[in-house]
């Protein structure tokens, strides 16, 4: 199965479902983060500053439910979709109080973008579901094909 998120359009479209997503990040350049407000790559545990979900073409990897694993249901609503999107992105330096300092040249992998819900409109680069309903119904239907062995692609555009 292939689902594809259209970032541009705000739509995701998943067999015959059409779903509205978002991906408003929060960033220290489009001053929704402020300087205290550091955000640390996983893996590595690098600051940078939040950039959005990775154009291309990635797998999806898990359904997590809220049941099962006792997450912060305002920040991931009642499911976490897990994929293996990464990318390349820029470490910060940090000041003496721990605040960001100045953005350096040093790339390191981050990892870690999903698809959720979330009370909040924005997030640190996952695609946010418009409700928390929509995202019960694609990790629904997602987990059908990977219960049954089969790849989810998603393309990311």
Not at 127 to 144: C, E, F, H, V, Y
Request: aromatic share 10%; glycine share 6%; net charge neutral.
């Amino acid at each position: 199965m292939k689902i594809i998120a259209d970032l541009t359009k705000g739509e995701l479209f998943a067999d015959i479902c059409k779903f509205k997503i978002s991906c408003n990040v929060r960033t220290l350049k489009n001053g929704k983060r402020t300087s205290s407000e550091v955000i640390r790559t996983i893996p590595g545990n690098f600051p940078y500053d939040p950039q959005p979900f990775p154009k291309g073409v990635w797998n999806i990897t898990a359904i997590e439910w809220q049941k099962d694993k006792k997450f912060n249901i305002d920040t991931y609503g009642p499911v976490k979709i897990r994929t293996d999107a990464s990318q390349m992105v820029n470490v910060w330096e940090l000041d003496a109080d721990g605040d960001y300092f100045a953005e350096t040249e040093k790339k390191v992998k981050d990892e870690a973008y999903l698809f959720h819900y979330s009370t909040s409109s924005t997030t640190l680069g996952c695609i946010r579901m418009n409700s928390a309903d929509d995202a019960i119904i694609l990790a629904g239907l997602l987990q059908k094909y990977l219960d049954r062995g089969e790849a989810v692609q998603l393309e990311v555009i």
